[in-house]
């Protein structure tokens, strides 16, 4: 079953430390894009990719960074983690064409103390 | 500047009610509009969408009736179940745009 995976889901980090979440997706979409989800937020899009090797900023990318070392595989980076960054953050997958939806992960928690 | 805006942010029917879920959206090259449903501790998943050629969408008890000239769109739940109790986020794009703007959500609770 086609799907996306999020690593780790629960995660505590330092404040100044480094985090880096992971995500797997099993839909051979060529999109993926992180957002995190905070209490009268919504979501909202942090970094995106078109496919390997690319990665685009998203509305609210600062203090994070993005890899997509392959089709299936695209991380999040925190290099200084601070206590603003605690939220949940969701990975999802997306086909290329028009109007494709979004495959979701199942979130990871992140506590920045 | 939040482009797609839901009300209200919480909502509490009793079991067999109709439950209204209202978003509007500023951008209008916006075309076509997703509804996701949440349940706690889970990601979004896709509930009903809607392309802005279409005023009504139905599946099932939920249906989408869409408003082009005011940019309003709702998500009706008829017959609420109390499994139906989760949080629904609107989202927006346009064609050639693989990025949706979300709204806030609207958190849904079904009393038995």
């Known amino acids: 079953e086609a799907a996306v995976t999020q690593s780790p889901r629960n995660k505590v980090a330092v404040t100044g430390g480094k985090v880096t979440l992971s995500c797997n997706q099993t839909n051979n979409h060529n999109n993926m894009y992180w957002y995190r989800q905070d209490t009268g937020h919504g979501l909202r899009l942090i970094h995106y990719s078109y496919g390997a090797g690319s990665t685009e900023k998203g509305d609210i990318p600062d203090g994070y960074k993005a890899s997509r070392p392959s089709q299936e595989n695209f991380s999040l980076i925190l290099e200084l983690a601070t206590p603003s960054q605690t939220s949940v953050y969701f990975c999802?997958?997306?086909?290329?064409?028009?109007?494709?939806?979004?495959?979701f992960g199942s979130g990871t928690r992140l506590l920045v103390i | 500047q939040q482009q797609v805006r839901q009300s209200p942010q919480s909502l509490t029917v009793w079991e067999g009610e109709t439950a209204i879920l209202n978003c509007s959206y500023e951008?209008?090259?916006?075309?076509?509009f997703p509804w996701y449903q949440q349940f706690p501790g889970e990601g979004p998943a896709l509930l009903i969408s809607i392309r802005s050629v279409s005023d009504k969408k139905e599946d099932g008890r939920f249906t989408i009736f869409f408003n082009k000239r005011e940019k309003k769109l709702s998500l009706h739940i008829t017959d609420s179940q109390p499994g139906d109790s989760a949080t629904y986020f609107c989202a927006a794009s346009d064609t050639g745009n693989y990025k949706y703007v979300f709204g806030a959500g609207t958190r849904l609770k079904v009393i038995a």
């Open positions: 999802a997958s997306g086909d290329a064409g028009v109007d494709s939806d979004y495959t």
């Open positions: 951008d209008s090259t916006f075309n076509y």
